[in-house]
């Protein structure tokens, strides 16, 4: 079992930066591969980025590459920090487990789920 909450979200002028963050509990927490997604209003949830279990593969969403970074430690935490920001960015970002070998990018294959942060970039 895996508990999963997210924190660092809000409001933010379009070009500026944020960091979220994702804290886990439970024992097997090295076990899973964790990632970030995002909803916005009237769409469905969508991959941002993954890294693999032990931290040395990650993917991303073509429309983040090369200004989000996603990292994970061995405190159980999984970050995802989100630079030149644009407002189309604007969502709940989600936090989520899979207990797999692979990077997972389909929300139907994770396993857990955190609450959400809201993340809102203003032009």
């Known amino acids: 079992q895996v508990q999963l909450v997210e924190s660092g979200g809000g409001l933010v002028q379009a070009g500026g930066s944020l960091r979220l963050s994702c804290a886990a509990s439970g024992r097997t927490f090295a076990s899973y591969t964790m990632g970030w997604f995002r909803q916005a209003p009237g769409k469905e949830r969508e991959f941002v980025a993954a890294i693999s279990r032990r931290g040395a593969r990650t993917y991303y969403a073509d429309s983040v590459k090369g200004r989000f970074t996603i990292s994970r430690d061995n405190a159980k935490n999984t970050d995802l920090q989100m630079n030149s920001l644009k407002p189309e960015d604007t969502a709940v970002y989600y936090c989520?487990?899979?207990?797999?070998?692979?990077?997972?990018?389909?929300?139907?294959?994770?396993?857990?789920w955190g609450q959400g942060t809201q993340v809102t970039v203003s032009s």
């Open positions: 989520a487990a899979a207990n797999s070998p692979y990077t997972v990018t389909n929300p139907a294959d994770n396993d857990y």
